[in-house]
Antibody
């Protein structure tokens, strides 16, 4: 069964870049059947889709975050990554990585990682 | 900006049946919206219940079912149990490779 695990700094300073990596195990990140999603959840709030990358390396983003966002994949390490630039306190959230099935919607989720933006 | 709407809260009696809905601020939900449903308990990652309208994720009991009702996606829970008391989220594909989550429904079983 596929498993996903987020990693990266739990604390980022305002105006800096938030960088997270998701390591995929138990399945191929290169399969053309899947999409690789990032989702976040602000404290006490609902889920927000950030974006995803497909098997070809094409990435698709939430329009509200697009100008600050890059999602990339490193197939050799079975990892995909999130970079969110110029962060503010409003970017403080639990960040989840998740596999998307054939339609793209998340099916398998990582456990999530709290990232706090603070000086 | 497209908003996905869910009931903020709902209540069901133990053993009862409840239907939660997921709509669009403008337009109708169809199978082409690929609605998916997630269950989340406090401090935990979401658990996938339903994807592509009505396909149950592995290990999800058949008490949970998905459908399109009118112009909305729906999640029906039959035989509600105490551990169904948590938050439920839907997500919809709105086109141009963009997905939007609903605000979530807090379900109370009492």
């Amino acid at each position: 069964q596929v498993q996903l695990q987020e990693s990266g700094p739990g604390l980022v300073k305002p105006s800096q870049t938030l960088s997270l990596t998701c390591t995929v195990s138990g399945g191929s990140i290169s399969s053309d059947d899947y999409y690789w999603n990032w989702i976040r959840q602000h404290p006490g709030k609902g889920l927000e889709w950030i974006g995803y990358i497909d098997y070809s390396g094409s990435s698709y983003y939430n329009p509200s975050l697009k100008s600050r966002l890059t999602i990339s994949v490193d197939r050799s390490k079975s990892q995909f990554s999130l970079k969110l630039r110029s962060v503010t306190a409003a970017d403080t959230a639990v960040y989840y990585c998740a596999r998307g099935g054939a339609s793209g919607s998340p099916d398998y989720w990582g456990q999530g990682m709290l990232v706090t933006v603070s000086s | 900006q497209t908003v996905v709407t869910q009931e903020p809260s709902f209540s069901v009696s133990p053993g009862g049946t409840v239907t939660l809905t997921c709509g669009l601020s403008s337009g109708s939900v169809s199978t082409n919206s690929y609605p998916s449903w997630y269950q989340q308990t406090p401090g935990q990652a979401p658990r996938t219940l339903i994807y592509s309208t009505n396909i149950r994720s592995s290990g999800v009991p058949d008490r949970f079912s998905g459908s399109i009702l009118g112009n909305k996606a729906a999640l029906t829970i039959t035989g509600a149990q105490a551990d169904d008391d948590c938050d439920y989220y839907c997500v919809l594909y709105i086109g141009r490779d963009v997905w939007v989550f609903g605000g979530g429904t807090k379900l109370t079983v009492l």
